[in-house]
């Protein structure tokens, strides 16, 4: 896979940095190509550097194990455990200790902490509510049979989702780097599980994952134009794929461009929920209530209905663990983390039960069903003339949701690169612009593969199906570690139960829908986990590399303006 790093822990092959002023290059040694091309990368930003050098707190870089000092010269072992530990404390005044100093501005390349509490908030609100709150009441009504546990559901859903987070909270402030599932893997298991799941994450979870909020934004998009047809294939594939492109810009341009959208889009989201909520709270006003009565008539039996149709709500309430990918780049992480899930899921979760009532107030639970576009119904009933709103809103809704999907999944595959367990090229970072450029182009690739080829409800069930193997094995990671770390900083620490209750769960939702209604699908989901082991053997493990990787690296390299970070170096 040509990573800087087999699994079986022989030293990697390094990249090169950004030489300081006063840092000594010929003391670092590196391959000729490679090291002339850095050296090309950077002569752009290296005069910016050298200019802020005098207004840097920090007299050395930090590297993780040692730093170099002021004059240039490495200092490691012992005084460079405790250079590293003084420089924590000068470098970030009042904040984390347990983040380790940032990266400091003359220094070698390094993903920058951007995101603070309301962008935190935002990222994980704004990818939450995307189409499936807009799409997903359907066929949550259809598996359920019923008003009544479909609500409960919904509820069910967001109670686990919160569960879930809380116990990301944990992992994510013992383990600040980013990656989410794929750190706490590495933490609890080894490279092999991690390695699987950043293989079935980056080639399937992830795009799958964009593809339907990109298919979700597309269908509306176009409906707001075709009045007396339904919108053709083609056309809305085509709009998906240019809502890709344009999303990957924003993504590969900057990363506060990236975030101020996710904000803004977050908000007008939230707009258009509280339009919906107070339409359907007038209706019940008027005395529109007969929907609410007799609610569990009908409600279905089947263990493995209930199971598909949790797939169903979680779907909807997907995004929950997102800002742990990108705990690298979050303001002090073990505060602002915890606290943007306690905020952000228990809002979407009021807003999905106060959404679903306002349907009910308008709609008959027939009704709901036989609708393709439900939002698009409500609102053709109760906005008169100002209709347009409920189709402007999900297209705002899923654009946003997709733009926050690309900024996590970009950030996974740039943590899985710099581990050796996919590309080099993938965890290299734009010298100007501090972007996952690669990884995020990667990722926008596969998903316009699975827009032209693919259907948005064979992509839920197999999302769903497979995602929630990997959640209940980070349920997993947590309960061994407290076992194998239980002196491991946790500045933020859930009841040991929570994991243990979402891990059954996740159980009950991996073996249930196998059971009751056996499809080949879900062979096909298995299979493809253990197919990675087919690369992992080979590539990984033994660390074997093509000759010709070295070339499409540099190639690449130059390309796209992109470079190794400060990370691959330790």
């Known amino acids: 896979m040509n990573g800087p790093m087999g699994a079986h822990g022989s030293q990697p092959v390094r990249g090169y940095s950004c030489p300081r002023s006063q840092y000594e290059c010929s003391s670092r040694p590196r391959r000729t190509m490679r090291g002339k091309i850095w050296d090309l990368l950077c002569s752009s930003s290296r005069s910016t550097k050298e200019n802020n050098v005098s207004n840097n707190k920090d007299a050395g870089a930090h590297?993780?194990?040692?730093?170099?000092?002021?004059?240039?010269?490495?200092?490691g072992g012992a005084a460079g455990e405790e250079a590293d530990a003084a420089l924590s404390e000068v470098a970030v005044p009042g904040g984390d200790k347990l983040e380790g100093a940032d990266a400091v501005e003359d220094d070698a390349l390094h993903l920058?902490?951007?995101?603070?509490?309301?962008?935190?908030?935002?990222?994980?609100?704004?990818?939450?509510?995307?189409?499936?709150?807009?799409?997903?009441?359907?066929?949550l009504l259809i598996r359920t049979g019923s008003v009544g546990l479909s609500f409960i559901i919904w509820v069910a859903c967001g109670v686990l989702s919160l569960l879930g987070a809380l116990a990301y909270a944990e992992l994510g402030t013992m383990n600040t780097s980013s990656g989410a599932e794929y750190a706490y893997f590495m933490d609890a298991f080894g490279p092999m599980p991690a390695y699987l799941f950043s293989w079935v994450s980056t080639l399937v979870?992830?795009?799958?994952?964009?593809?339907?909020?990109?298919?979700?934004?597309?269908?509306?998009?176009?409906?707001?134009?075709?009045?007396?047809?339904?919108?053709?294939?083609?056309?809305?594939?085509?709009?998906?794929?240019?809502?890709?492109?344009?999303?990957?810009?924003?993504?590969?341009?900057?990363?506060?461009?990236?975030?101020?959208?996710?904000?803004?889009?977050?908000?007008?989201?939230?707009?258009?929920?509280?339009?919906?909520?107070?339409?359907?709270?007038?209706?019940?006003?008027?005395?529109?209530?007969q929907h609410l009565e007799n609610v569990f008539k009908g409600t279905t039996g089947s263990l493995g209905d209930i199971a598909t149709a949790f797939y169903t709500g979680l779907w909807a309430y997907d995004g929950w663990n997102n800002l742990n990918y990108v705990t690298e780049e979050i303001k002090n992480p073990s505060v602002n983390l915890p606290r943007s899930i306690i905020i952000g899921i228990p809002l979407v979760t009021l807003c999905y039960a106060l959404i679903n009532?306002?349907?009910?107030?308008?709609?008959?639970?027939?009704?709901?069903?036989?609708?393709?576009?439900?939002?698009?119904?409500?609102?053709?009933?109760?906005?008169?003339?100002?209709?347009?709103?409920?189709?402007?809103?999900?297209?705002?809704?899923?654009?946003?949701?997709?733009?926050?999907?690309?900024?996590?999944?970009?950030?996974?595959?740039f943590a899985a690169s710099r581990e050796g367990h996919l590309l080099d090229i993938l965890s290299y970072v734009h010298v100007r612009r501090y972007t996952p450029a690669p990884g995020l182009i990667f990722h926008s690739l596969i998903a316009v593969a699975m827009v032209t080829s693919g259907s948005i409800d064979s992509l839920i069930d197999f999302f769903s199906f497979t995602a929630w193997i990997f959640y209940g094995g980070s349920m997993l990671a947590l309960i061994?570690?407290?076992?194998?770390?239980?002196?491991?900083?946790?500045?933020?620490?859930?009841?040991?139960?929570?994991?243990?209750?979402?891990?059954?769960?996740?159980?009950?939702?991996?073996?249930?829908?196998?059971?009751?209604?056996?499809?080949?699908?879900?062979?096909y989901a298995a299979l493809f986990i253990v197919a990675g082991l087919i690369f992992y053997i080979p590539f990984v493990h033994y660390a074997i590399v093509p000759s010709f990787m070295d070339s499409v690296t540099v190639f690449l390299q130059m390309l796209l303006e992109v470079a190794p970070t400060q990370s691959m170096f330790d």
């Not at 590297?63 to 200092?75: D, P, T």
């Not at 799958?208 to 909020?213: D, E, N």
């Not at 139960?497 to 062979?523: G, H, N």
């Open 480 to 523: 061994v570690m407290r076992y194998t770390k239980p002196n491991a900083p946790r500045p933020y620490k859930v009841p040991l139960i929570i994991p243990v209750v979402v891990l059954v769960i996740s159980v009950y939702l991996i073996v249930a829908p196998i059971i009751d209604k056996p499809q080949i699908e879900y062979l």
């Open 205 to 289: 979870l992830k795009p799958s994952q964009l593809a339907i909020i990109c298919l979700s934004f597309a269908k509306y998009a176009v409906e707001a134009f075709v009045y007396e047809c339904e919108p053709p294939d083609s056309v809305v594939k085509l709009v998906a794929v240019l809502s890709i492109a344009v999303i990957l810009f924003i993504n590969c341009y900057s990363v506060n461009l990236a975030t101020g959208v996710q904000n803004v889009f977050t908000a007008a989201k939230l707009v258009a929920i509280l339009i919906v909520i107070c339409g359907g709270a007038y209706k019940l006003a008027d005395g529109n209530t």
């Open 357 to 413: 009532i306002s349907y009910l107030a308008v709609m008959s639970p027939v009704e709901m069903v036989e609708s393709e576009a439900v939002a698009v119904t409500f609102g053709n009933r109760i906005l008169g003339v100002m209709a347009w709103l409920m189709p402007l809103s999900v297209t705002v809704s899923t654009f946003g949701s997709a733009n926050g999907t690309l900024f996590a999944a970009g950030r996974l595959c």
């Open 112 to 139: 920058k902490r951007r995101v603070g509490l309301f962008s935190g908030v935002a990222l994980i609100v704004g990818t939450m509510i995307g189409s499936g709150i807009f799409v997903s009441p359907s066929g």
């Open 63 to 75: 590297w993780r194990g040692g730093i170099a000092n002021g004059n240039g010269h490495a200092v």
